[in-house]
């Protein structure tokens, strides 16, 4: 890894990012939304725990957005302005610069995540009380980590193909449901529940949950710091394999020339 | 022949693509082409649409692996994915046209960019970037977002970004392609003053004069091999057993032209603004050129006949023409 390309990486996409207004959609407007249609549907109960907890579920929400419709796009963004062979020319791994853009994705899913409590908090006057702020913040950030590191291997992932947007929106609601963000994952039918161990962000979004909500269960009933260690082994095993798939990824885009199709 | 003095050193490079239609056989894009390039010298890369130009100069810059054959750029093979690491911060390239830069970014953040891509030191960038600006003349639209840039500004700033790691050398893809004439004179001037600087120089273009003004060098490929190398007066002189006959008539010499082409001569006709015909054609020599041609146009009422100079071009033609592949 090479930090000046990871500084560069998130310049970039920043600078971006304030140049493009079609990123107001999935970091504003539908965590906006979804939160709206959540305390809608809690009509007058506006108030203790499950409030809280529609609240918790648009603010992850408006995070995974964020980084599947920025992670998804990266490189495609690369290849049709032809800047992909630029970067491949120069002698930085596409790994750092995407390192880079990840962690300016994340830093925006936070800033989602606040919104949509101040919106919780301002327009529906909902108790939003957290029983461990600390632990609350820790934990957030941590999930937020997770998050990068499947917005890496996303990435990663869509290097070669330019159908990342698609594959990415037909993985949306998927995503949603198994991370335990839209409804625990307790109700979710076993099978699919594989599906969610191995998310790293599930874990992050459980202790999330429980940080803010006095007497909240555990979705995999299991301790917090073993949410934690899943957490940070699932997602470092993420950035591991992304990290193996950008390097076959740009070997074989060298093979067959394909960095600069569109 | 792989001496300090050899900048790059080709030897029978072979590159082939899948064919994009399952079952035919596989495209040959270079089909083993050998050529040396000196240090400091422009060196040329002239040939028809498809010949195979941006496909090589992709291999020389790393950014396309060889399927057969060797390279070796600045004492690095090509093939080798190790040494084609070092050798990126050695080299840089200029292909894509308008394309390759970050429109919604300004110059500068561009340039900043890339500078970081290649570690250049924090406290050099700033001198290195405002230096690059002044150098393709883009001081006062640095702050611009690219987008807004005219295609001279692009193809400016293209060439700013590849000149910030200072590279041994730089490779341009047709780097005047749709310029007007003034920014290409510009363009033409910078490749000069940056072999004047040392750095190997090495171009693809499809503009004669472009070559002929600016190539210490050249080779001429077709259907991915080499028909013809040298310096502008050795490829002319490669041709010299063919003299052009220009003929100059009052009516369309349209049949005349049909029994020439009939030959296999490559003739052309051009219509002059003054109802006049300028005919050019290659014809062997020592076949008592002018006698035999005369009677041939004689129908056509000849104003004028007379053996040329070949130019480039007509080296050119006569030798992508020629090749029977
Ligand atoms: N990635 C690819 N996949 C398949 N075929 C390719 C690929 N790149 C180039 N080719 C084919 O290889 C041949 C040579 O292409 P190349 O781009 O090197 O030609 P060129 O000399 O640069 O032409 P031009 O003057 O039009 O730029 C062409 O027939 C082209 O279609
Ligand atoms: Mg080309």
Redesign the interface.
């Known amino acids: 890894m090479?930090h000046?390309?990871v500084?560069?990486g998130f310049?970039?996409q920043k600078?971006?990012f304030f140049?493009?207004p079609q990123w107001i959609i999935p970091s504003l407007v539908s965590p906006f939304l979804f939160t709206m249609v959540m305390l809608f549907l809690y009509g007058d109960d506006v108030d203790g725990p499950i409030v809280l907890q529609a609240v918790l579920g648009g603010g992850v929400l408006g995070m995974w957005a964020n980084t599947l419709f920025a992670s998804s796009f990266t490189i495609s963004y690369d290849r049709m302005?032809?800047?992909l062979?630029?970067?491949?020319?120069?002698?930085?791994s596409i790994y750092s610069?995407l390192i880079g853009r990840s962690l300016w994705s994340t830093a925006i899913g936070l800033v989602n995540a606040v919104v949509v409590f101040v919106i919780a908090e301002v327009m529906f006057d909902a108790d939003l009380t957290l029983a461990n702020p600390v632990l609350f913040f820790v934990m957030l950030i941590l999930t937020l980590f997770s998050l990068a590191s499947v917005g890496m291997l996303i990435a990663t992932a869509f290097i070669r193909t330019r159908m990342g947007r698609v594959l990415s929106t037909i993985a949306e609601y998927p995503i949603y449901v198994l991370s335990g963000a839209l409804v625990p994952i307790t109700v979710l039918p076993e099978g699919l529940r594989v599906f969610s161990y191995v998310l790293a962000p599930a874990w992050g979004i459980d202790a999330v949950k429980r940080a803010a909500i006095d007497g909240c269960e555990s979705m995999f009933g299991v301790s917090m710091a073993v949410d934690v260690a899943l957490l940070l082994a699932l997602s470092s095993l993420l950035l591991a394999v992304a990290y193996v798939v950008t390097r076959r990824v740009e070997?074989r885009m060298?093979?067959?020339?394909s960095?600069?199709r569109y | 022949m792989n001496g300090p003095e050899h900048a790059i050193v080709v030897e029978d490079l072979v590159r082939t693509f899948k064919s994009f239609m399952s079952g035919s056989p596989e495209k040959v894009a270079v089909g083993g082409i050998s050529f040396e390039v000196k240090k400091g010298e422009i060196f040329g890369i002239l040939g028809p649409n498809g010949a195979g130009k941006t496909t090589t100069i992709k291999m020389l810059s790393g950014l396309l692996t060889p399927t057969s054959g060797k390279a070796m750029v600045l004492g690095m093979d090509v093939s080798d994915e190790k040494s084609v690491r070092s050798l990126r911060r050695r080299i840089n390239i200029v292909a894509g046209g308008e394309r390759g830069l970050y429109y919604r970014l300004s110059g500068r953040q561009n340039l900043e960019f890339f500078s970081d891509l290649y570690g250049i030191p924090k406290k050099e960038q700033k001198t290195l970037i405002n230096g690059l600006l002044e150098l393709v003349d883009l001081a006062d639209a640095a702050e611009v977002k690219v987008e807004n840039y005219s295609r001279g500004m692009k193809q400016r700033i293209h060439i700013a970004r590849a000149l910030i790691n200072s590279p041994e050398i730089l490779y341009l893809d047709e780097p005047t392609i749709g310029l007007d004439p003034e920014i290409s004179r510009g363009i033409r001037g910078l490749v000069r003053k940056l072999s004047d600087g040392g750095a190997t120089v090495i171009l693809t273009t499809h503009y004669m004069f472009e070559a002929e003004e600016l190539c210490d060098h050249m080779i001429i490929v077709s259907h991915g091999k080499v028909v013809g190398r040298g310096t502008v007066i050795e490829i002319k002189d490669s041709i010299a057993d063919v003299s052009c006959i220009k003929v100059v008539t009052e009516a369309d010499p349209a049949v005349a032209v049909a029994a020439l082409r009939a030959e296999g001569l490559e003739a052309g006709v051009d219509a002059l603004l003054n109802g006049r015909f300028v005919t050019k054609f290659a014809a062997r020599k020592g076949d008592d050129a002018l006698g035999s041609y005369e009677g041939l146009f004689a129908p056509f009422r000849v104003k004028s006949i007379g053996i040329e100079e070949p130019t480039l071009e007509d080296a050119y033609l006569t030798l992508v023409g020629g090749d029977a592949e």
């Open positions: 090479n000046r390309a500084v560069a310049k970039q600078i971006q140049s493009d302005n032809g800047t062979e630029s970067i491949m020319v120069a002698p930085s610069i070997r060298l093979e067959t020339g960095a600069t």
